[in-house]
């Protein structure tokens, strides 16, 4: 099996199961792959992966993190953003670092799959490894093209308008999908407030906003919302109680339109969240709180 080979259908299946499941794929999904006929397994286990016919590591994992806690990669992102991705042990002579030190100096393209629920996982593809941080035990993984070109050891040196720009790309290649994949399945692809099952329609709104102190990407911070809910809730047409009751702004409650305000807003004034069955995943009552007196004040 040629290298080359592996990785090229390897990226064809995973850009086929991403545009059917954006929210995550399960391992079983993904592990349904084969080479020139020969089945071959992509997650197999926590960490490297290197399959015994490749001499470079194929793939990374990072297994999912508990509902309110961030994930691995978000407290240790380098400069640029780039991605630190911890040892296996603390010996860079462990045959799986030497296989993901392997690629790093084959520049060999790698997939890496972040769990977003149990047995389930966001895929992140091409990503590469440009660097190593001996001394943290850590490789540094580039997840977006513009990454590459950029010298690991002289981030710091780089004007402060690139830097940011380098990080705001992480951001939507990364760590959007992920929490948004993360929240859609807490909520197991329904809308919270209308219950709307189609996943195309279906976005993670934050309750503290992402741009505010607090507005952490974790799911008890999230909420699964259809678009048109997540729009009326940005814009505080919507609010939700802390005992996850919906509320809806008392002049757009009055307003008389089309089927759209009378089915799909105003109908939901008074109307219980449907939260998730795990509890920690539920919104956190301190945020809704915060954020309704937001609403309050709006109206
Ligand atoms: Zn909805």
Redesign the pocket.
Known sequence: MLDEQVRTAMFAHLERLTALHPEGVTSAEINQFSVAGQPLKLVVQPGIWKPGALDAALTIRTTYTAPNQLPPYEDAIAPGGLVKYAYRGTDPNLSDNRALRTAMQGQRPLAYFIGVAKGVYQAQFPVYVVGEQPEEHAFLIAVDQAQRLVDPDSVETLPADRRSYLEQLVRARLHQPVFRARVLQAYEKR?A????QHTDLLDAAHIIRDSDEGGLPVVPNGLS??K??HAAYDRDIIGVRPDFVVQVRRDVLVEIDGPMLKHGIQAMHGVRLSVPQHRAARPDPNRLEQRYEEFLSAG
């Open positions: 809308c407030i209308c219950r709307l919302l259809c048109i809910h």
